[in-house]
Antibody, heavy 125, light 108 residues
Framework: EVQLVQSGAEVKEPGESLTISCKGSGYFFPNHWINWVRQMPGKGLEWMGRIDPSDSYTYYSPSFEGHVSFSVDKSIATAYLQWSSLKAADTAIYYC??????????????????WGKGTTVIVSS | EIVLTQSPGTLSLSPGERATLSCRASQSITSGYLAWYQQQPGQAPRLLIYATSSRATGIPDRFSGSGSDTDFTLTISRLEPEDFAVYYC?????????FGQGTKLEIK
């Protein structure tokens, strides 16, 4: 079974650092980009960016660049989302999701076909 | 950045009825780059439709997608109790994904 298993919930204070993880299994991990998606309480989905596990190339949404960083250890099929200094506004659920790419008829497609269950991050003093 | 606007914000229907959800893009989207996701309360999103109209693995055929250019639609032909959830459209362009704000499908 293809799955992404995320690390457990975190409660942190403002200014602290944090790393959460996303471990892939059931497929060849380097073949699929890992994307990170934020969902603030009661709100919609926001794409944060992605990392290519094969070469660690990253792309950040402008809304998140400079505030978070992505990394990967393909030897253990795990991607990471890191903050160096958390803010209260970082309180959210964070999902990792695998990108699948292919062709359907005359179109290429790029969708997020497998999602982790999410990691809840609470930042509060 | 392409902005996706979903309508309505909330849709109230009864089981057995037909649901039509709209997603409008601020500029033209390649059809392959439009997807729909379902999110149940307390759960992660699930891919329903990719490339505008292709159902993901395990998705029942009561779900269908259509559209082109800037206007896309998710249709649920006959609502089942488990279909009441939040639905998001998503597009991929310029190396980025963007999501619509979501449509909440609630039981009338």
């Amino acid at each position: 079974e293809v799955q992404l298993v995320q690390s457990g919930a975190e409660v942190k204070e403002p200014g602290e650092s944090l790393t959460i993880s996303c471990k892939g299994s059931g497929y060849f991990f380097p073949n699929h980009w890992i994307n990170w998606v934020r969902q603030m309480p009661g709100k919609g989905l926001e794409w944060m960016g992605r990392i290519d596990p094969s070469d660690s190339y990253t792309y950040y949404s402008p809304s998140f660049e400079g505030h978070v960083s992505f990394s990967v250890d393909k030897s253990i099929a795990t991607a990471y989302l890191q903050w160096s200094s958390l803010k209260a506004a970082d309180t959210a659920i964070y999902y990792c999701a695998r990108r699948v790419a292919g062709a359907e008829g005359r179109y290429y497609y790029y969708s997020l076909d497998v999602w982790g269950k999410g990691t809840t991050v609470i930042v509060s003093s | 950045e392409i902005v996706l606007t979903q309508s309505p914000g909330t849709l109230s229907l009864s089981p057995g009825e037909r649901a039509t959800l709209s997603c409008r893009a601020s500029q033209s989207i390649t059809s392959g780059y439009l997807a729909w996701y379902q999110q149940q309360p307390g759960q992660a999103p699930r891919l329903l439709i990719y490339a505008t109209s292709s159902r993901a693995t395990g998705i029942p055929d009561r779900f269908s997608g259509s559209g082109s250019d800037t206007d896309f639609t998710l249709t649920i032909s006959r609502l089942e109790p488990e279909d009441f959830a939040v639905y998001y459209c998503q597009q991929y362009g310029s190396s980025m994904y963007t999501f619509g704000q979501g449509t909440k499908l609630e039981i009338k």
